[in-house]
């Protein structure tokens, strides 16, 4: 059964850093591509960054770009969010999922930016 345990969300400052983990079971990590989304209160969800497998190339949302950096750890069947200076907006659940979309998503992790 695929499953996805999101963890490393938190309240941090505007301009703040946070890094969040995603591990993932269930089926063969490294031979898929891993994304992550976020959904803020009332919008819909909204994908963020993606890391493919061969030479783990990485695609992001303009609205991260140059802030967000996306990585993977193959060994540990974990993916990783790096943010940096963090907005307001950046305020939502986190989510990884793979690629094609598992069905079942995980809890989330909760990010906060606020003073």
């Known amino acids: 059964q695929v499953q996805f345990v999101e963890s490393g969300g938190g309240l941090v400052q505007p301009g703040g850093s946070l890094r969040l983990s995603c591990s993932a079971s269930?089926?063969?990590?490294?031979?898929?591509?891993m994304s992550w989304y976020r959904q803020a209160p009332g919008k819909e969800r909204e994908w963020v960054a993606r890391?493919?497998?061969?030479?783990?190339?990485?695609t992001y949302v303009d609205s991260v770009k140059g802030r967000f950096t996306i990585s993977r750890d193959n060994d540990q069947n974990t993916v990783f969010l790096q943010m940096n200076s963090l907005k307001p907006e950046d305020t939502a659940v986190y989510y990884c999922?793979?690629?094609?979309?598992?069905?079942?998503w995980g809890q989330g992790t909760q990010v906060t930016v606020s003073s």
């Open positions: 999922n793979k690629l094609p979309l598992a069905p079942k």
């Open positions: 269930g089926f063969t990590f490294s031979t898929y591509a």
């Open positions: 890391i493919f497998t061969k030479n783990s190339r990485t």
